[in-house]
């Protein structure tokens, strides 16, 4: 749920350049994203259905409430986790060490094997090698901005996952957006695949390319372009809701647990709270 703001000759734009829209189906995240509607955090967006979703101003509206009053440090990178004994440290790419009772992952499948696998821990090992088997889909991403509205009746475009055009969307017409015309074209999954290590130029014309076909009418130059390539967009899933272990006091929990969308990320993390609730009171 992230989203990028850039500097224009018009203004600042933002672009939702991770996910787009979710959707609340079990019974409990309804509750929770009603708490959001009411909060004024989220809201309906129909032109991507019925069911859509959004942060208001931005996708990741919903993440800053939740982290409001919290401890967060926002860009710093865990790189080490060590067992202490009084719980565990956890290095980061900072210098620093944090301290803490207990230790939850929730992160990408690769990502969490990654730093689990360096634990001298059985739990750690098998959970590593649970999250190595659930390889994630990547994801090319291209975001521009235009000094007027494109002549386009269609707010959402989609196509399929070997399609460079996977999904494209005017990211300006979701609500509390406005201001310039924003779009975000998402390459499909095995497209992604196929150009992983492709240049950001060449992706960026062959994706703004596939939006001029499929949007009938030739792109005008971009006050702003860039794109982003996401390694981890798509996640698979291990049909487990999280995991915790009483005796580390090591949690793991994430969307690749359960599946691809927003509310599987939310229904994992709930899970493994409940947990944890249960255990340590």
């Known amino acids: 749920m992230a989203t990028r703001r850039m500097a224009t000759l018009l203004g600042d734009v933002s672009f939702d350049h991770g996910a787009q829209y979710f959707t609340a189906m079990d019974p409990g995240f309804k509750e929770q994203v009603q708490v959001w509607a009411d909060a004024g955090v989220v809201g309906r967006w129909a032109a991507a259905g019925g069911e859509a979703w959004v942060g208001i101003p931005a996708m990741n509206a919903p993440l800053k409430a939740m982290a409001s009053g919290m401890d967060v440090r926002w860009a710093t990178r865990a790189t080490t986790l060590s067992r202490t004994s009084t719980g565990w440290a956890v290095e980061t790419d900072d210098g620093n060490v944090l301290s803490a009772d207990a230790l939850v992952t929730a992160l990408p499948a690769e990502q969490t094997a990654d730093l689990l696998a360096t634990l001298a821990l059985p739990v750690a090992g098998t959970l590593a090698d649970a999250a190595r088997a659930r390889p994630s889909a990547p994801c090319w991403t291209v975001m521009l901005a235009f000094a007027e509205r494109l002549a386009s009746v269609e707010d959402c475009v989609r196509g399929t996952d070997a399609d460079a055009l996977g999904w494209a969307a005017r990211n300006s017409s979701k609500p509390g957006r406005g201001g310039l015309e924003a779009w975000v074209i998402q390459a499909g999954a095995d497209w992604s695949v196929e150009h ?49 272990d009483s005796s580390t006091r090591l949690g793991v929990c994430g969307d690749w647990l359960l599946g691809s969308k927003v509310e599987d990320a939310w229904r994992s993390g709930t899970h493994l709270a409940r947990s944890m609730a249960a255990d340590l009171g």
């Open 196 to 244: 992983l290590e492709a240049l950001p130029a060449e992706v960026e014309a062959r994706l703004m390319e596939a939006l001029s076909v499929r949007l009938g009418m030739s792109l005008p130059a971009p006050l702003v372009q860039a794109s982003h390539r996401w390694r981890f967009a798509r996640s698979d899933q291990a049909g487990a809701g999280g995991f915790w």
